[in-house]
Each structure stands twice: as structure tokens, then as C-alpha cells.
């Protein structure tokens, strides 16, 4: 039983090994190769039968480096001698003494593997992988696998979120070469595209002088984006090619056709019948006698005997893709009648291939098992190279870096070595460099190697004359020509008068039947097709429904075990007012007065939304899992014309892409230290206030204070040069850090007097307070209070009343309280300390990179002293200015005792004192 199984039947029993603290793995599932069995004691590779030799290997896991865990993904169904053969390879890497890539794990390590099915489907391969990463109990330094594109994609778009390195004996898809999306998936096959098998099938094609062909497809992923990049290559005018010899060409499709699948996968006879019959074949002006199949195995041979048994066009030349070509037919389809062929990846069969051929059978006669007289096909030689790149490249890393995904993928990208598949090594994409391809032809039940192709027409050759044709023999010095010879007129001249008179009653007739029929073809079709989506659409409807519960479920957990800032109070709304008997309303109050000295605030809310605050933590979470400061910054923004109700009652990803626009340093979402900067991007709130929020007046404006995870950051000076400014203008991701050969988290400037800083990603800001303000004299109606003690005052004074819970400062929301801050309570309370003037008997100093203190200069020491002053005394909650000296400028805290230089890229630090003199 998996772990999965166990997981999911007897999940109690999973609990308890847990609590107990055993490791849980399947002795018929973790291998350790040929021979051996994971030890989960010992944790490490013990013999199992009198032919395994561990003398010279590490005997436990304090002894050795360690171990490295790898797991395989295909289908074990089509693929049943894949298990033995991995396993076998497995036994290979980890003896040391056999001779067969000894260098590879040499430093001790042992390579542990688990193999699942993954099948040819998405569906089975995910969960799967999945389990692994949750239920095997190990972490997963690499994945060999998946066989099928569709089921690849699947894993290898959430193994890159992680940066697992896949790598794929026989997914082939080009939509896997997109190094952005699939950064962590290698492969030991060509993609299907001008670059691999795309490229390989038309030199096949040109080589035969063909230039007309008629397409068949299956409708699955893989063969709608083969027949994609095989019609962007094939169709049109192709001028001649002087490097390759190419003669100028115009390819053309005579007729293509999608056949359809039923709902468990399995090929769609209906369909197929209808897409046989509606191939041109009686009109050889358009017709072709080369039908191009893309279609898997399992859907391509059944077609082909469908064909067979209606006698369809039987000089038909069928040529197939690797996908099906070179792979033996299941016996329920009967003998296949000779002529197809097709492509497959080259088999190497070289010295190293005999050298691994004759181990396996030794291994095999000495277990009792049935001998191979060859590998079985060629993703088992790929199997075993997608093997030896991936532990080839975990071993070129570093013990202790083996769980660090960027250093072992950087690696692979490396590796080049001499495999049963021949040459190994990898493009930037992560596709195989230098694809080849076996030409076949299918002859009395078996495929015979003919020919070999690539990308590049110079290495494609045909030996025609061991090719076998459908109905026209073997040993042929031409290839026969995919066009039908029109014939010529044999009819009487006198035929011709009369001819014309019955052709036009007959296209009359003939047209208005034709039409007829073909619309209601056409209709039941389209009603069957229709059918088909809308059953598709309502399982696709539930599953989403399902899922939509799982999230908010997962969600809901992960709600609970967040901790949420001390400030936040009990409330279940997202808005929250802050009122003026609040630290916080006034520490709101001094960031935006900072700048804005003629600013007053009306309203303060604080922004509590658990799901929004979650995904803030999950990326300052996944910076200090990366060894980055997450250097957390409250900033400003403003939302222009954008209600901010949208951005604070998002629960996703709050401050959004979707939403920005093109700016000095391109489009990405923007942040400013100064409020007076913001301000010029402020909503207006009058006319246009959601219910959580009163309509706001016409002088009102909203902006956020805003929590920013800087993370690693750049300085990109814009006003330096119009090279540089042009530079900024066209980011759309900050640059790479070449300390660390990773892209910078944030890029930060000046501009308009203050800095700024630019993220270019979601759920790297939290909106953390909504200021409602104005601008120009003080409303006492709007504004009660000038300075916190007079807020303080007000309330010592105001008779205690019963008011709403959350709501203890409403009583400052009536004229009456308005007024009576208008007649002396709100008087401002001044301390003969906090005049501005710098103290005789105090100077202020720093602390040089010499390890001497030196003194600010004049202006500065009356600014500090100042903001000193105030803030000891309590008349100012602001603890923070910014001083100019020399080409930079810092900040200075009198409460921390610290000096930022905020201009310079390391954000260097320096502590400061003040001394009595």
C-alpha cells in the first residue's frame, strides 16, 4: 500500500506512525536498486539477497553525506517494465564499484527513489506527485517523469513553484519549452516544434518530395498543439535555402479533421468513421495519398484498424509522430497491413547501450526473470538518461545545498554526458540540444529503422529502397507521389453537346440536395458536438464548486493560525475606525503631516482583512525562507481614480497589476515616503462612497498608509541619462542582483522630491490604514482636535455615556463636542523644551565607519535636537526626519538612536548619541 493509499484508507494509521515518530515508506515502493531495501532504521541501504556487496558503502547515515531522495512519475500501465528498469539504473548509480557513472553520488551519498503512476493524465499525475510531497515523508530533490505532456505540464507548473527539478523521458509538447512558466522541467526529447519533431517530420516529408498532405488529430492537448506548430511550419511559399540546399516549395493541407475521445479516454469509433468519410478521396485534384496522424498509440491504432476493415483508400501512406510510430500495437488489433511511416527518437544502440544492455540481462537470468532481447523501447533508454542527468547534477552540488532547487536546476542546465540515447546535453529551455530521429517503416508486423531526421534538412537521409509501401511494394527508387493522377477525357465529341445540359440540371438538382444534406450533417454535428461541451462545462462546473469550498475551507485554517497585528480589535468588519483617544490615529496623523504641514484628518480606518493579511505574511514568510530581509517599509499610495474599497475588500491580492499603469520606472504598482507625492493621486470620495465609508465632502481627499516589503532593492537613478530613463520606462520586472544571480525584489528612485519604490508583483503590500483628509485651515467641525492632549483633555472631561461596543469615540462625531473644541478644549498644549532651538548642552553625533563619533553639522543639530525635544516631552509622536549631508541624505531616529542612509543601495546604518557638553 502507497502512502497515499494509507492516507486516504487508514488514516488513523498514518497518524500514529507520525506521532510515533517512524518513517513511512513502502519497502515495494522506495528502492534503493537491484538487491537492496530501505532501511528505515538505519536510514540508509541494506543487502536483501546474497548478491549485493555494500562493503565499501556507507553503513549508516551518520557515516555517509547523506542521502538524496527522487521519485518517478510515468505510467506504469503502458510503460510495465519501467519500475524494473529504474530500479535497475538505481542500483547502478549506487554501487560505486560497478564501473557504470561511479563519479556520480561518489561522495558517499545514497539515492533513494519511490515510484508512482502517473498514467497519461493530469489527473493522475498531480495527486500523485502531491502525495509525494506530503505523504512519502522525505523531501523530494528531483522527479523523473512524467510520459505524457499533458500529465508533465500538470507537475512540472507546481514543481517550479517550488523549484523541484522534473525531467521527462517523452513529454514532448513546445508549450513545455516556455522557461517562464515550466522553470523547473528538463527533457531528453526535442519539442514538438520547428526545433524537434515538427522540424524532423517536414524534412521527412521533403525528403520524400511530398508538399500536399491531409491531417488527422486526435483532440487531446498534445496533438492540437503538435497540429498547431505543424501547420504555422507546413502551410505556404518557402524560399530556397542556399546553407541546406532546400529548393523553394508551398506546402498545403488537403483536408484536416479533429476526431473526437469518449469520456473515459478511449478513441471515439463514431468520430473516427465520420473523419475517415469525410477525407476527399474521390476527388484526386485535392485529394492526398499521405494522411499525417497525430494521435498516441492508444488512439492511433485502433483508427488504423478501423481503416483497415472499411478499406479505406488503401494505398494510403499513413506517417506518424513518435507518439505512436515505432511502438508496438496491442495484439486485440490484429496484423496491421504493411506501409506506415513515421518518427521516433533515435536509438542510439551504441557501445554504451550494448555495455547497459547486457547488466540488465545479467541481473535479469539471475533473478529468474524474462531476459530482454532489447530495451523495450525508447523511453526506457530516455529513462534512464533522465536518471543520470538529474543525480549527474545533484551530485555536482554541495550536500548541504541539495534541498536548494535554483542550484541543483543551475547544474542540470550543465550537464553533458554520453547516454544509452546518445549525446546529453540541454538548450536554455530545458529541452534536449541536437534532437535526432529514427526514421521507421512498419513491415510484416515489426518496425524496421530506415532513416534518420532532425531539424536541419542536412541530417535527414532516407534509404528508400529498404522502404516497404502500402499496395506498391518494397524496394521502390522513388517514393510515390502523395498527388493522384487526374485522367483524361475519353468521350465522344459529340458527348460534350449534351453533356453541359445535364450537368446544369444536375448541379441544379445535385446542388440543392447537397446543400441540404450537408446542413443537416452539418447540424447534427454541431448538436452532438454542443452536447458534448455542455456536459463537459456542467462537470467542470461542479468540480469548481468543489474546489471553491476546499479553498475557502484551507483558507478559513490557515485564518486561524495567523497571528494578526496587537492593534487589531475584535471586530468582524474590514474597516475599522480609529479614533482620536488612539495612538495610532495620531501616529497616522504625524506620517502625514511629515510633508503636508497644512493637512488635517477627518477620518482614520484601519484595514483588518484576515484572507488579504494572510497572503502578506505567506510572501514575508517566503522572503526569509529565501535569506532575504524582508525590510518592511510604511509607505503611501494613492488610488487615483479607484475607489479604495476595491483594493481593501479584495480577499486575493489587495494592491493589484490588473490595475496599474505605465510609470518612470514602468508598469508595476508604486509607493512613495512622502505623502505630499501621493497626494497628487488621491480618490475623492465625494459622490462615490461605498456603505462602510460616509460620503466625503468636496475638499476631502482618501490615500493608504501601507505596509511594503521591500525585500532586496535597487537604486535606478531615471534623471541620470535619457538611456537610463528610457531603461526604467520599459521595466516590466526589476533587473537581476548579480550577487546572487536573482532578480531584485523592488526598484526604487526619486522623483517630485521624494522616493519611491515599485513592486511588479501582487501580495507584497498590505493596505494598513485609510486616511480620510483635507487640506488648508483646520475645520473644527471636521477636525476637533489639533494635538492628541487636546483630544485627551476632551475626553477627561466628557461625562461617561453608554455608547455601542467598538464605538467609544462617537461622542467626538457631534457639532456639540465641535463646539466645544472651538471654546478652549482644543487649545494646543505647548512645552518650552520642544521649540525647535538645539539644546547648549547637547550635541549630537554618529558614529563613522572609522569607529569615531563626529559631530552633524549647525542645521542639523538644531533639526534633531527639535524633533528630540518634541518627542521626549510627548508634544509629537513623530520620532523620525531626514537630514542632507554631503551627496546623501539619511534618516534619523531619536528613539531607536539609529541613522539610515536611505539614498545608498545597502541602506547602511550608523548609531548616533546625544552628549552632554
Known amino acids: 500500500m502507497s502512502i497515499s493509499d494509507l492516507s486516504l484508507k487508514k488514516p488513523h494509521a498514518l497518524v500514529v506512525l507520525l506521532l510515533l515518530g517512524l518513517q513511512v515508506v513502502d519497502s515495494d515502493e522506495a528502492s534503493c536498486g537491484e538487491g537492496t531495501i530501505f532501511d528505515g532504521t538505519s536510514d540508509t541501504c541494506v543487502c536483501d539477497n546474497a548478491s549485493c556487496n555494500t562493503s565499501s558503502s556507507p553503513t549508516s547515515h551518520a557515516e555517509a553525506y547523506g542521502l538524496v531522495y527522487v521519485a518517478g512519475l510515468f505510467d506504469t500501465v503502458n510503460f510495465d517494465w519501467g519500475r524494473e528498469l529504474f530500479d535497475f539504473t538505481v542500483g547502478l ?36 506527485y502531491w502525495d509525494l510531497k506530503t505523504e512519502w515523508g522525505h523531501p523530494l530533490h528531483g522527479v523523473v517523469g512524467c510520459r505524457c505532456s499533458s500529465a508533465s505540464t500538470a507537475v512540472a507548473r507546481v514543481a517550479a513553484l517550488e523549484g523541484v527539478p522534473v525531467v521527462s523521458p517523452a513529454s514532448s509538447s513546445a508549450r513545455l519549452s516556455d522557461a517562464e512558466e515550466f522553470s523547473s522541467f528538463f527533457r531528453l526529447v526535442g519539442p514538438d516544434d520547428e526545433r524537434g519533431q515538427v522540424g524532423g517530420l517536414i524534412n521527412l516529408l521533403r525528403t520524400m518530395g511530398w508538399d500536399r498532405v491531409t491531417v488527422l488529430q486526435t483532440d487531446t492537448a498534445y496533438t492540437s498543439d503538435l497540429a498547431t506548430s505543424f501547420g504555422n511550419a507546413w502551410v505556404g511559399y518557402h524560399e530556397s535555402d542556399e546553407t541546406t540546399g532546400a529548393t523553394s516549395w508551398t506546402g498545403e493541407v488537403a483536408y484536416s479533421h479533429t476526431i473526437g475521445l469518449n469520456a ?10 465520420t473523419a475517415l468519410a469525410s477525407v476527399p478521396t474521390s476527388e484526386p485534384r485535392i485529394n492526398s495519398r499521405v494522411i499525417v496522424l497525430l494521435a498516441h498509440d492508444q488512439h492511433a491504432y485502433p483508427l488504423l484498424r478501423l481503416a483497415q476493415e472499411s478499406n479505406f483508400q488503401p494505398d494510403t501512406i499513413w506517417v506518424g509522430t513518435a507518439a505512436w510510430a515505432g511502438r508496438t500495437p496491442p495484439q486485440e488489433q490484429g496484423l496491421l497491413p504493411t506501409g506506415y511511416i513515421g518518427l521516433e527518437p533515435f536509438r542510439n544502440q551504441d557501445a554504451v547501450y550494448q555495455d547497459f544492455l547486457e547488466r540488465l540481462q545479467g541481473e535479469q537470468a539471475i533473478q529468474g526473470r524474462e531476459v530482454m532481447s532489447e530495451l523495450p523501447d525508447y523511453a526506457a533508454e530516455t529513462m534512464h538518461d533522465s536518471l543520470i542527468a538529474l543525480t549527474m547534477a545533484l551530485s555536482r552540488v554541495k550536500p548541504e545545498d541539495r534541498d536548494n532547487g535554483e542550484k541543483v536546476l543551475s547544474a542540470l542546465r550543465d550537464v553533458s554526458f554520453s547516454g544509452l540515447s546518445g549525446p546529453v546535453s540541454f538548450t536554455a529551455e530545458g529541452d534536449r540540444a541536437n534532437p535526432r530521429y529514427g526514421i521507421v517503416n512498419w513491415q510484416n508486423g515489426e518496425w524496421k529503422e530506415v532513416g534518420e531526421a532532425s531539424p536541419n534538412l542536412n ?47 444536375a448541379m441544379a438538382l445535385g446542388f440543392r440536395y447537397w446543400r441540404s444534406h450537408k446542413k443537416k450533417n452539418m447540424l447534427k454535428e454541431e448538436m452532438k458536438q454542443m452536447k458534448g461541451i455542455d456536459s463537459e462545462l456542467a462537470d467542470l462546473e461542479e468540480k469548481v464548486k468543489q ?29 475599522v475606525e480609529v479614533f482620536p483617544d488612539n495612538d495610532e490615529y495620531w501616529d497616522v496623523c504625524g506620517k502625514l503631516r511629515e510633508t503636508m504641514d497644512d493637512a488635517w484628518i477627518t477620518k482614520v480606518w484601519r484595514i483588518q482583512n484576515h484572507p488579504l493579511w494572510n497572503y502578506y505574511n505567506f510572501h514575508k514568510n517566503r522572503l526569509s525562507t529565501n535569506g532575504i530581509d524582508h525590510n518592511e517599509r510604511s509607505v503611501w499610495h494613492g488610488t487615483s481614480s479607484l475607489d479604495p474599497g476595491i483594493i481593501y475588500n479584495d480577499q486575493q ?32 470620495p465625494r459622490g462615490s462612497a461605498p456603505t462602510e465609508r460616509p460620503e466625503g465632502s468636496g475638499d476631502e481627499r482618501e490615500m493608504f498608509l501601507a505596509k511594503l516589503l521591500v525585500g532586496n532593492e535597487i537604486m535606478m537613478d531615471r534623471d541620470k541619462s535619457s538611456s537610463a530613463a528610457a531603461e526604467c520606462r520599459d521595466l516590466t520586472v526589476p533587473p537581476t542582483d548579480p550577487a546572487t544571480n536573482q532578480k531584485y525584489n523592488t526598484v526604487t528612485g526619486y522623483t517630485a522630491g521624494s522616493q519611491v519604490w515599485i513592486v511588479y508583483e501582487n501580495g507584497r503590500a498590505y ?58 478644549l482644543s487649545s494646543s498644549v505647548t512645552f518650552t523644551k520642544g521649540s525647535g532651538a538645539p539644546s547648549d548642552a547637547a550635541v549630537w553625533e554618529y558614529l563613522d565607519a572609522t569607529g569615531k563619533w563626529k559631530r552633524y553639522d549647525a542645521a542639523s543639530q538644531g533639526k534633531i535636537e527639535n524633533v528630540y525635544q518634541q518627542f521626549s516631552a510627548g508634544s509629537s509622536p513623530v520620532s523620525t526626519l531626514q537630514i542632507k549631508s554631503g551627496e546623501w541624505r539619511y534618516e534619523i531616529d531619536v528613539d531607536s538612536m539609529k541613522q539610515t542612509n536611505i539614498e545608498h543601495s545597502n541602506r547602511t546604518k550608523r548609531k548616533i548619541r546625544r552628549r552632554q557638553v
Not at 264 to 273: H, I, N, P, T, V
Not at 470 to 498: D, H, I, R, T
Not at 653 to 677: E, N, T, V
Open 459 to 505: 541530417g535527414t537521409s532516407v534509404r528508400l529502397s529498404e522502404i516497404c509501401w502500402a499496395e506498391s511494394g518494397c524496394g521502390l527508387p522513388a517514393a510515390p507521389s502523395e498527388k493522384y493522377p487526374v485522367p483524361p477525357p475519353k468521350l465522344p465529341v459529340w458527348v460534350w453537346v449534351v453533356i453541359p445540359v445535364c450537368i446544369v440540371v
Open 653 to 684: 491580492d489587495g494592491f493589484m497589476m490588473q490595475f496599474s499603469q505605465r510609470g518612470f520606472w514602468g508598469r508595476g504598482i508604486y509607493f512613495a515616503l512622502k505623502s505630499s507625492y501621493s497626494h497628487s493621486y488621491s480618490f475623492r
Open 264 to 273: 473515459d479516454g478511449s478513441l471515439d469509433e463514431d468520430s473516427a468513421r
Open 93 to 128: 548509480i549506487n554501487d560505486k564499484t560497478d564501473g557504470w557513472f561511479d563519479d556520480i553520488l561518489d561522495d558517499g551519498t545514497t539515492l533513494v527513489t519511490v515510484v508512482e503512476d502517473a498514467g497519461c493524465d493530469p489527473k493522475v499525475a498531480l495527486p500523485a
Open 767 to 824: 493596505p494598513d490604514y485609510l486616511v480620510r483628509y483635507y487640506r488648508g485651515s483646520r475645520n473644527h467641525k471636521k477636525t476637533p482636535f489639533e494635538t492628541k492632549e487636546e483630544a485627551m483633555k476632551a475626553k477627561e472631561v466628557q461625562p461617561e455615556q453608554p455608547v455601542a461596543a467598538g464605538r467609544s469615540w462617537s461622542w467626538f462625531r457631534d457639532d456639540a463636542a465641535a463646539d466645544q473644541a472651538e471654546q478652549g
Open 547 to 575: 474546489a471553491k469550498k476546499r479553498q475557502a475551507s484551507l483558507i478559513q485554517q490557515r485564518a486561524g493560525l495567523q497571528e494578526t497585528p496587537s492593534t487589531w480589535s475584535d471586530s468582524t468588519e474590514m474597516l
